[in-house]
């Protein structure tokens, strides 16, 4: 982006949020809408409070006048969602009110006028187990095996209508697993935590053979910019890395990072080696397509892995 815009970024003060916040407050005016319930407070965005291009309003997006007096905005980033799929699992009317409600009410202040540009964090969950790996945007039928996927896919759907009705251009970016700083969830974080409190064991969910494609946060951030900006209509995009990256590996870059020996690793709890109902095995993003339109990740799957743990390692 060469000109300063005024954005909205949704869920501005989580994990992708607040890094694309970093990457955007010094040439853009920035508003933040977050509700704070992923996180336990605002840590990651209260060095920019205070500035005079950047707005921190704590409110829930699901809530239908959340959006009232906003003014208007020249982008939306639209990340606020439920992004636990295992919480999903245990109770799917979460992703369902979070995500699909939530994102509903983004397009309704849209469609009122507050902003005509959307860029969407959708996910690789939306393909469920897909017969073809790599998978390619133009894979179907999508059948999530989660609540998330499916609230995800369901968005999907309501933001290109919302687009053909209204005259919204929005890029649709199907996240693989997005690592890196200020990260609050997922296998690094887990693994982190549970061998500082027990260096002597780990606990895997699954049989450490679930491999997906991870991408280092700030290669998403910047892939999205660049994609949003070189498209002309609304389209979706896989963002990941072709080679895969599995469950077992990373527990070895963890243990290695933290100067670790002898850890013994047990597989406990997960199902038919998956780490919990939902979870999708085997994971893996076609990327052809916007490498074709000329974007390369800096990070591949295994450094994008081993970059993360090193930057959750120093930072906590
Ligand atoms: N991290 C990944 O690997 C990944 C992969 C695929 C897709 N995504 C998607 O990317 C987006 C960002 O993910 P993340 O990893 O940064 O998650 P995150 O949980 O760190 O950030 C989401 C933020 O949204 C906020 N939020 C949640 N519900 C809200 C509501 N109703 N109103 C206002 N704020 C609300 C949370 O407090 C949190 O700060 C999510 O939509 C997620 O589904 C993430």
């Known amino acids: 982006m060469t000109e300063s815009k005024k954005l ?61 007096g906003l003014g208007k905005f020249d982008l939306i980033i639209h990340l606020a969602a439920n992004s636990d799929v295992k919480k999903g699992s245990e109770n799917p009317d979460i992703d369902f009110k979070q995500n699909i409600v939530g994102t509903k009410n983004v397009l309704d202040f849209m469609k009122n006028g507050g902003c005509s540009e959307l860029l969407f964090s959708s996910t690789s969950a939306v393909y469920g187990e897909a017969a073809v790996l790599p998978t390619p945007e133009t894979y179907g039928p999508c059948m999530p095996i989660s609540s998330y996927g499916a609230s995800k896919l369901a968005d999907e759907g309501m933001i290109t209508a919302y687009s053909h009705y209204y005259g919204i251009r929005a ?48 290669d998403c951030v910047d892939a999205m910019l660049f994609l949003h900006s070189r498209s002309e209509k609304t389209d979706v995009f896989n963002l990941g890395n072709e080679k895969m990256t599995s469950v077992r590996k990373i527990a070895d870059i963890v243990v290695e990072k933290l100067g670790l020996r002898n850890v013994r690793y047990e597989f406990v709890g997960g199902v038919d080696g998956r780490g919990w109902k939902g979870d999708v095995k ?19 799957s295994d450094a994008a892995v081993e970059k993360a743990v090193e930057e959750n390692v120093v930072s906590r």
């Open 8 to 68: 909205l970024v949704t869920g501005g003060a989580g994990f992708i949020g607040s890094n694309t916040v970093s990457r955007l407050v010094d040439q853009n005016d920035v508003t933040v809408i977050d509700d704070l319930s992923n996180e336990p407070d605002d840590r990651f965005i209260r060095r920019f409070i205070g500035r005079g291009n950047f707005r921190f309003i704590k409110k829930d997006i699901t809530k239908p006048r959340t959006f009232d």
């Open 171 to 218: 890029s649709i970016f199907r996240f693989a697993n997005v690592v890196g700083i200020n990260s609050t969830h997922g296998v690094i974080f887990d693994f982190i935590n549970r061998l500082r409190a027990d260096g002597s064991r780990l606990d895997i969910l699954g049989d450490g053979t679930q491999a997906k494609s991870y991408i280092h946060v700030s």
């Open 282 to 300: 085997k994971a893996q993003l076609d990327t052809s397509k916007v490498s074709a339109l000329g974007w390369k990740n800096r990070h591949g």
